[in-house]
């Protein structure tokens, strides 16, 4: 079992930056394949991020690569995502996950979730 809770939202200007955290207890989020999620009112929850248990693998989707970075610390249990230049188009709720052995990119491939962290980015 893996609980997780996200922090760290708000509103942002366009081009600004926040850190959002996700803090995992559980005895086996140092192994767990972990993962950042988004959904915008009406559309789908999509991939963001993900990171290997060991950090050394990171994967990104093309609308955030370059301006968003992925990272973990086992020892505290927690995930992160800093999110720079911040656009409108990345309001989201943003979830975190531990990833149950499927693909990376596909909600599917997650087991658990955290409740969602509101990011809004303002024009």
């Known amino acids: 079992q893996v609980h997780l809770v996200e922090s760290g939202g708000g509103l942002v200007q366009a081009g600004g930056s926040l850190r959002l955290s996700c803090a995992a207890s559980?005895?086996?989020?140092?192994?767990?394949?972990m993962g950042w999620f988004r959904q915008a009112p009406g559309k789908e929850r999509d991939f963001v991020a993900a990171?290997?248990?060991?950090?050394?693998?990171?994967y990104y989707a093309d609308s955030v690569k370059g301006r968003f970075t992925i990272s973990r610390d086992n020892a505290k249990n927690t995930m992160y995502l800093q999110m720079n230049s911040l656009k409108p188009e990345d309001t989201a709720v943003y979830y975190c996950?531990?990833?149950?052995?499927?693909?990376?990119?596909?909600?599917?491939?997650?087991?658990?979730w955290g409740q969602g962290t509101q990011v809004t980015g303002s024009s």
């Open positions: 996950a531990a990833n149950g052995g499927g693909s990376y990119a596909s909600r599917h491939g997650y087991d658990y």
């Open positions: 990171i290997s248990w060991s950090g050394s693998r990171t």
């Open positions: 559980g005895r086996t989020f140092s192994r767990a394949f």
